[in-house]
């Protein structure tokens, strides 16, 4: 992070818009509150704003501290006086009571509030803190609401309660300090109180993760329990990535886990997706509380998604119950029992949350040999190894609908444990990829077997081998291929192909020291063809009666003509030999074979294919088509249906959260009706139909549908589209031409592949990746992307510093046949957000670029691509201020 940067950069930019947006941002919100707002338009706030490091997530705070100058000049006091240290009781009073004006969040959007204060409370006093919110500017108010202290250490000595969830645009807030004593003349002394504006709404969604997750191996079935899947601090949008500068890890050996709650609510409003109340937790104990970084080590959601909570990875220290050494903390998301904050309702938590907590603690019990229904010493105290956080200090934590499941958590923990360690693990053939999609008598067909371990890792020095069968009638061969070795793929051929039929590949996997992994077997099929009948169509051109006439009739007829007219004769033999014999056999063979390849260029209203032929490697993780309208006019529907081969691609579902399988309608139809998005994968067939609201039309050019589709085998299938109806708004039919397409899934793979990202963005699909020999492809929606093409490769994307792969870069080795791979799997990289001008440096020129464009949607200082420039477009710039491209920090995958 670079937080000085962005504060000595706002005044570099002081008079320009940049400052002025920061002013309205206080000024507009003060104008709109009601009576009571004049008050906070006097105060002094401060703060900072944070980016994770792809940009894809913020958080900004801002804090106001209220003190005496403040309780004497605003708000309503009774039985309370202030003096230089804040707020006394009177004289001889024994209660009394401070209630401030209206005070209105300094942020555009707050979804959460914590207040801090300091008092001193003699023995015989006490103090009350109430709050209540506003969510429209002022005019209506919640009802007051105790603010519990919690019970943790704070910064600066100060008292803290917990957080208050606001979620709003226009929110204000009132707070009430009631002062008590046993004795007059003896009073508590209310020092002063700060309030923390935080909007932490801005990150990764539930669909986002899910994606990142995807390509996260997790095992929940082996024995002992493998590490489950666990979404990363950079991808929920931690502003500090993997890192933690103001708190740096220390470690030690883990003998505990700790189990917590939240205390936050049992649904994802404010936010849309889980991880924003990760993020609220982390902005909570990082920077309100100042304790560097989040406390719990892990946190799951409801939906049962682990989120890594501190940074530094396994036995780092947490910070979560006074002693912290020793143990891991777990974090439930959400309020399960005795939650301090008394407008949170209580939940019992899902059964998928309780299964990945179980999980995850069996992994790490396994990992320590460490016996769940136990208990032992724990600095001091006999602690069961799953304990609550109650079990270890004073605290309700982690609630009594969580504390009364622990028994039955350590039951399942111990269970998943429970396994014969000499039981081997069967392998598993991951897959069987024929080299041709069928093949002719006489052929040798040629196949890859796939294997990998239980765990997915590819597997080694293992016997293959393979029973052939021809139409389930009679074995062929029984025999091993002389399979080669690549280290999880088995390369084999087979050439008893003498008879036609469909031939059924049986293929087993063992291990010949018996000591590695159990057997694992896997079959599949491939059609063999009679001989293929492709000659009769070049040998009838050329017939045997041809040569013979033209050759005689001519040589003889043009010799005697130059000779002077001796003999009569040979005039009449000439005209009679060649007309016949030369007009006939020319002119019928070039007119046929010339006219047909002419195709008419379809004109008016076309729907296509695009692109008309894709060339997707075998060994990509997917490839994109879409199917557009193009020179249309007043167009308001459009049913359409594709037909492909299934046996060659298959189309990668758009929306795993939906039954069947759907592609990726355009955001034009956003506000329309789609009839129908399905895919048959089993005929090939996509099937699409649907139409704009209103006056909505189309005309000119417009996508509709984005189809990813993933390789199967090698071949060429065609993309035909059927039953295609363009519809005007009065219910009739637009005339339209189709143009088909094709996708060739080659054998050969790209000589390099990686995954890029946009910092700031969730959609990482058009940079463009350029090779040294002039090759270009774009990414997909994903960041993926594999070239054919030569080393040094570029990087670009307007708005984004550029990146480059360089010809030092290692090369993948097989360390087999230590050869090096032909693909070479780059790793991934983000670009980083902020180069407007392209010069491939970030600085003034930029983020005045941007300052100027404030509240546009101007879409190049819109780096964040929400469609509106803001301050998130600002933050993202200034952090990256003075970074140049290209970019070549590549991570493995």
Known sequence: MKISSFVRLAKWLTGSAFIVVLSLLTLVRVESSSAHVQDSAQLNFSGVAQSSPDGQASIVSQETTLEAAYFADNGQRDGVVVNAGGLVLDAAGTSGSYTSGTIASPLAFTTDIVPLWAIETPDGTSMRLETRLSVDGGSSWSAWLDTPEAFFPVRDNLHSGYLIWAGQAQTAIQFRITLESSTPGLTPQFSGLTLVFSDTSHGPSDGDIAGQMARVSSTDDVCPAAKPAVVSRTNWGCPEGQNSPRRPPQYAPVTHIVVHQTETPNNTYPYQDWAGWVRSVWNYHANVLRWGDVGYNYLIDPNGVIYEGRAGGDDVIGIHDTYNSGSMAIGFIGCYGNCDNPSLTTAEPSQVMLDSAAHLMAWKTG??????????????????????????????????????KLPYLREQVDEKNDCDPTELHACQITGIV????????????????????????????????????RDDIETQSSTGFGFVDR???????YGGTDLPGLYTFKFTAADPTDERFAACMASDTVVVNGDPVVTPTTEPTVEPTDEPTIEP???????????????????????????????????????????????PTPTGPIVQVEPTNLVLPLCSTQGTTTVAVNNVSNAQAIQLDLTYDPNIVQVIDADPGRDGVQVTVDSIFSSGFIAVNSVDTTNGRITFAATLLGSGVINGEQTIITIDWKPLIAGTTDLTLEDVILANGQGQAIASSNIDGAITVSQTCASAVGYLSLQGRSDYSGIVVSSNDGQQVETQADGSFAIDGDLPLTFTYPGYLSGRAEETLPVEVDHVTDEALTTMSLGTITLL??????????????LSFIAQRYRSNDPVADLNGNGVVEITDLVMAANNYNQQGPLMSWQPE
């Open 833 to 846: 957000a902020g180069d407007l001008n392209a010069d491939n440096i970030v600085n003034i020129l930029d």
């Open 367 to 404: 990992q320590k040999e460490l016996d769940p229904l136990a208990t032992t010493p724990y600095h001091g105290h006999d602690v069961p190894v799953i304990a609550g956080g109650r079990d270890v200090t004073w605290t309700s934590s982690p609630g009594d609908n969580i504390y009364n």
């Open 434 to 469: 024929f080299g041709q999609e069928s093949y002719h008598v006489g052929d040798t067909i040629d196949v890859t077997v796939r294997l990998a371990d239980y765990l997915g890792t590819p597997l080694g020095g293992a016997q293959v081998n393979a029973e052939v069968t």
């Open 487 to 493: 280290v999880g793929e088995y390369d084999g051929e």
């Open 553 to 599: 009739t001519v040589e003889p007829t043009v010799e005697p003509t130059v000779e002077p007219t001796v003999e009569p004769t040979v005039e009449p033999t000439v005209e009679p030999t060649v007309e016949p014999t030369v007009e006939p056999t020319v002119e019928p063979t070039v007119e046929p074979t010339v006219e047909p390849t002419v195709e």
